[in-house]
């Protein structure tokens, strides 16, 4: 086979990190639609506690959005050799990611003071418990962050391939569990 040949096949191959991170991400897609398809077929077996989501949680919503902007601002200023910005925007989404597990928090003593705790009723046992395992997720997100923080002021700044692959990866991580996060506040929202 001549080199151009190959070349070019094996620009076309997805990095195995990268279908290793979307075949998780796809599971996880799966897991959710299975969550909330089970919430619909439950409320429609009646006996459905009905109540609204406190309001907490679209603020909790607004701060995941902002974070993916700040972690792709950060991408774009990685790549473009602009390190101050880099790591600012970078920070800024960590702390963006912790405020968001707060509001969360709060959300969920929201939910209790308001008459709805956990295993009272499969309503508000459905919101826990989808809201609780997107949580997990998106702390391991943010752990992710940390390392990439940590990589960001203990070695010399430099915008390796390797580099560049590591930090997609954390974007598409991160871009994954906030959309994941407005899916499921605009489903729990609908079907209260």
């Known amino acids: 086979m001549n080199l151009a040949l190959e070349n070019s096949i094996s620009r ?39 109540f609204t989501l406190p309001s907490v949680f ?10 993916s902007l700040t972690l792709h601002g950060s991408f774009l200023s ?26 969360q928090f709060n959300g969920w003593q929201a939910l209790t003071e308001a008459g709805v705790p956990f295993t009272l009723h499969p309503a508000g ?3 826990y418990v989808i809201s609780w395992i997107h949580a997990a997720h998106l702390i391991g997100g943010i752990a992710i962050l940390a390392v990439a923080m940590i990589h960001a002021f203990s070695l010399k ?17 991160w871009h994954f569990v906030d959309l994941l996060w407005v899916y499921l506040f605009v489903f729990l929202t609908l079907y209260r």
């Open 78 to 103: 990685f790549k473009k050799g602009n390190e101050l910005m880099y790591k600012g925007l970078l920070i800024a989404t960590f702390i963006l990611g912790v405020l968001f597990i707060i509001f």
């Open 125 to 127: 046992d459905f919101v």
């Open 58 to 67: 679209a603020y909790s919503t607004v701060i995941i959005l902002l974070s």
């Open 12 to 50: 076309n191959k997805i990095h195995p990190h990268k279908f290793a991170l979307w075949v998780g991400c796809t599971s996880l897609t799966m897991m959710f639609v299975a969550l909330t398809s089970a919430y619909i077929v439950r409320q429609a077996a009646g006996n459905w506690l009905e």
């Open 157 to 173: 700044y430099m915008a390796t391939e390797q580099r560049k692959l590591r930090f997609q990866l954390s974007l598409t991580y």
